[in-house]
């Protein structure tokens, strides 16, 4: 007898209400165990958890606490990262100086020098002295909401907003884990029982920026949206415009989920029940230590180990010239006109395609884009970095753009690799990759063309 | 690898699991206190008594009735992948609710151990746990820990030693269901049997039938193959 023929066999012994008195039973005996087994000596409970909640998650106080969090979260990252950044660059900025001076008194071939100090030192240097100060900052401050027990009383906020688009509400949580890793957060999503919100949930979890992108949302947002600032309010400026992006990626986010449960994933959401654990005060030291030095850690290593040999890659191909042009240049004239339609132009479109692997890389390899272009110019502070974006026609709408194309584009290829698994299905996993690509044209493509249209650019 | 022992670790959300395995094997793996973020199965090392116990940190759940792929993660690894101990973690602050796991886990596999976690603040809100009348009902070691704090820990790793050597013996208390339930597994126990032998419990896999598991039947397909048993 097979296994199907006897599941066949039970199937016909079994009555629709036997799973209800497996579970009562469990609950029995839970009960039983309890009563044996447990003295309770104090009547008074601890109401400090419930207080809480009565703020947390009040329906007049919730979001707004939830947006100054958010708020709060991103100023200290921005205001905390700006010093220690650009004395990161300073120092390699000056670096660099005595690495050039070595090498002519080496006498290497001019080729040598190149290669390792304007691409690889510049491309790597540059990566840590940007991303290495935010993250510094971001991911011990966030691991403490995290471990304090904030996170889920976020899902429990947003619940009712998922619902409404057809999506399940636990989604809030897959998406917190999105803001760190996109491609760990496509995993964490086998939380979710129904296949169908769990796969809102995957193909649009990329709205949520990971924290390979923080580091290109910063840099441009400061260098460019709060130019005419400064000091403190500079930072608040800075600011308001990543909350402001942050809140636009989790409005698509909605959208896309609510056209998706309207259409290819049509269905209504199933009820479930969220456990809020109770606010535990996290080993503060331990959290800041392991977060900071694991997690800053790991991600810039992988940042260098993808951008060095990028670095090399994009410097060699600024080098070999077929006719007069170089290779870099017949790809970046290539994509041009269509990055120009965006807002954007050929250099941001091809670091994006470059960065596929890792969206660490992507300003880095347009930095290294930028500067193979014959003008050497020595990139000492971020003063030095607005200058050579201006130099190549930069204005705040091309800042904005690159932003928002970042915020909205496709998943990194560990992510789709991710949901290839997690979906086992070639179609969804496209569609992953198609629905945020062209999401991330329409929408600058529209501003970009708006504003030529009003005559504001 | 005589000397290597896999013990899984298995709980609710929230009950300190992945606090017990990072001080345990002092891996740093990101702790956060909400569902779903144990996303894959961490592995790490601890060495007690010349021996090696391999420890895997499943994905947190309330049950393992398979409703979600984070369940069906856990229950698949102790059902087929069979640890040697497999440490249920409870969260002393609410038993009753944990329980039903726990129960659900001696129904699928023979050496557990039932790991109560966060004594210290059960303590302070005037919980007392007599683990040795709970021993005592579930037939498996009970012991009380504070994963936070360290505490228990000698306990614990002696514990999963006695097992793996056999000093101790478990014998998980079988749940027993409402008489009609209990017919319908003695129907079906004995032709189960046949088809999976001892390597996984014939009164589980009924029970699982019964209730209408697909995921289990086409888990069992996978595994064990199309093999056909003369009637």
Partial sequence: ?457 | MGNSYRIALAGNPNTGKSTLFNALTGLRQHTGNWAGKTVSLAQGNVQYKGKTFNLIDLPGTYSLFSNSSDEEVARNYIVFEKPDVTVVVLDATSLERNFNLALQVLEMTKNVIICINLIDVAEKQGININERILTNRLGVPVIKISARNKKGFPMLLDTIERIVTGAIECQPVQMTYPDDIEEQIKKIEPKVFELVGNQLSARWVSLRLLDGDERLLNEINQRFGQKEVAE
């Avoid at chain 1, 004395?87 to 090498?103: D, I, R």
């Avoid at chain 1, 006498?107 to 290669?115: A, L, M, Q, R, Y």
């Avoid at chain 1, 009820?271 to 030095?293: A, C, G, M, N, Q």
Wanted: contains cysteine; glycine residues 6%; positive net charge.
């Fill in chain 1, 1 to 457: 007898m097979s296994i199907q023929q006897l599941y066949m066999e039970a199937q016909q012994l079994s009555s629709a209400k036997l799973r209800d008195d497996i579970v009562q039973q469990l609950y029995e005996r839970s009960h039983r165990l309890c009563s044996e087994g447990i003295k309770y000596t104090k009547s008074k409970r601890d109401t400090r958890t419930e207080k809480l909640d009565a703020i947390f998650t009040s329906p007049i106080f919730g979001f707004p606490i939830m947006l100054t969090m958010l708020g709060v979260l991103f100023y200290l990252t921005i205001a905390g990262a700006n010093i220690p950044s650009s004395m990161l660059a300073e120092f390699f900025g000056s670096m660099e100086k005595y690495l050039t001076a070595f090498f002519n008194f080496l006498n290497t071939p001019e080729w040598v020098h190149g290669v390792l100090v304007l691409g690889l030192y510049r491309g790597t240097t540059w990566v840590i002295s940007v991303m290495l100060p935010p993250m510094a900052i971001f991911f011990p401050t966030f691991a403490l909401l995290e471990n304090y027990g904030y996170l889920p009383r976020v899902a429990f906020n947003m619940d009712r907003l998922f619902k409404r688009v057809g999506a399940h509400g636990k989604q809030s949580l897959t998406m917190a884990m999105g803001f760190g890793c996109n491609a760990a957060a496509v995993i964490s999503t086998r939380i979710i029982e129904s296949p169908r919100e769990r796969m809102l949930a995957i193909l649009t979890n990329n709205f949520v920026p990971c924290n390979g992108r923080w580091g290109t949302l910063i840099v441009l947002a400061s260098l460019f949206m709060a130019a005419n600032f400064t000091g403190g309010l500079k930072s608040l400026v800075t600011t308001g415009v990543i909350v402001g992006i942050v809140m636009f990626g989790i409005i698509v986010t909605f959208f896309v989920s609510w056209v998706l449960s309207k259409t290819a994933l049509k269905g209504i959401p199933t009820h479930y029940t969220l456990e809020l654990p109770p606010y535990r005060k996290p080993k503060i030291f331990d959290t800041v230590v392991r977060s900071s030095l694991t997690k800053s850690w790991s991600v810039l290593m992988r940042a260098v180990k993808v951008a060095a040999p990028a670095a090399i890659l994009t410097w060699v191909f600024a080098n070999i010239f077929i006719g007069d042009t170089s290779i870099l240049m017949y790809a970046v004239e290539f994509l041009d006109p269509f990055g120009k339609l965006l807002g954007l132009d050929g250099y941001i479109m091809m670091a994006f395609i470059l960065g596929l692997p890792a969206n660490e890389i992507v300003l880095p390899i347009l930095l290294m884009g930028y500067l193979s272009t014959g003008s050497l110019t020595e990139v000492d502070s971020l003063v030095d970095l607005k200058q050579i974006f201006l130099d190549h026609g930069w204005t705040w709408l091309t800042a904005l753009n690159m932003m928002l194309f970042s915020l909205l584009h496709y998943p990194c290829g560990t992510t789709l690799l991710n949901i290839y698994k997690e979906t086992k299905s070639k179609k969804w996993t496209f569609l992953a990759f198609l629905i945020p690509t062209v999401i991330a044209i329409l929408v600058p493509l529209s501003i970009t063309q708006t504003v030529r249209f009003f005559g504001w650019m």
